[in-house]
């Protein structure tokens, strides 16, 4: 049971390239998320889903897109990275009210 | 809105000895509520969660953690540390009743000292 699978778990850009995060949760939960972790600001919610096919502004939308695939999959992609946007991402999926996490992809911006 | 705080940014405890985390919460009625636990270059587990009845909830690794309404506090305790409980523990709250996400606090980095 692999729970919450996130690619890539590192990344590197360059400022203005464009990239997607994939994750897959195989516990059939409908909720899906996607946090980004920065020292000192715990975790911020960026956008999150409670069902296939809906998705819903977090605390920290901006410079993000994301598509729920279908039930399993949530992508988050950066069209036009900046530096800003340099950080730990962390993908999750929640059953009743619980959450269960990916293993993160850290992704720098130049 | 919900949140969450963390008083402590980091704590200092020697190996053996007793721990108390601080979490204090903001939200109108009874939330859900979390201590998760964040090894370095790991992602997050759960180390316990409170959703109602006994406000003594016991967790994994020997944690507990006690919930106090009047306090809208919801500290974490461990008796005895070991070395290994070396992390960044976060508390987090969730409104128990829609798909919008665990609200988080800004962590605790735990130091444990030979």
């Known amino acids: 049971n692999a729970g919450v699978t996130q690619t890539p778990k590192f990344q590197v850009l360059k400022t203005g390239q464009s990239m997607t995060l994939q994750c897959a949760q195989d516990?059939?939960?409908?909720?899906m998320y996607w946090y980004r972790q920065d020292p000192g600001m715990g975790l911020r919610l960026i956008y999150y889903?409670?069902?296939?096919?809906?998705?819903d502004k977090g605390e920290v939308p901006n410079g993000y897109n994301v598509s729920r695939l279908n039930k399993r999959e949530f992508s988050l992609r950066l069209e036009s990275a900046a530096p800003s946007q340099t950080s730990v991402y962390f993908c999750a999926s929640m059953n009743t009210g619980e959450l269960f996490f990916g293993e993160g992809s850290r992704l720098t911006v130049l | 809105a919900q949140s969450v705080t963390q008083p402590d940014i980091h704590i200092t405890v020697s190996e053996g000895a007793s721990l108390e985390l601080r979490c204090n919460y903001s939200y109108g009625a009874t939330p859900y509520l979390f201590w998760y636990v964040q090894s370095p270059g790991q992602g997050l587990q759960l180390l316990l969660k409170?959703?109602?009845?006994?406000?003594l909830v016991q967790g994994i690794k020997g944690f507990e953690a006690e919930f106090k309404r009047s306090q809208s506090s919801f500290n974490l305790r461990k008796p005895s540390v070991h070395w290994s409980d070396a992390a960044e523990y976060f508390c987090a709250v969730h409104s128990g009743g829609g798909a919008d996400g665990l609200t988080f606090g800004k962590g605790t980095h735990l130091i444990i000292q030979p």
């Open positions: 889903s409670a069902s296939e096919g809906t998705t």
């Open positions: 409170y959703f109602s009845g006994d406000t």
């Open positions: 516990m059939n939960h409908n909720s």
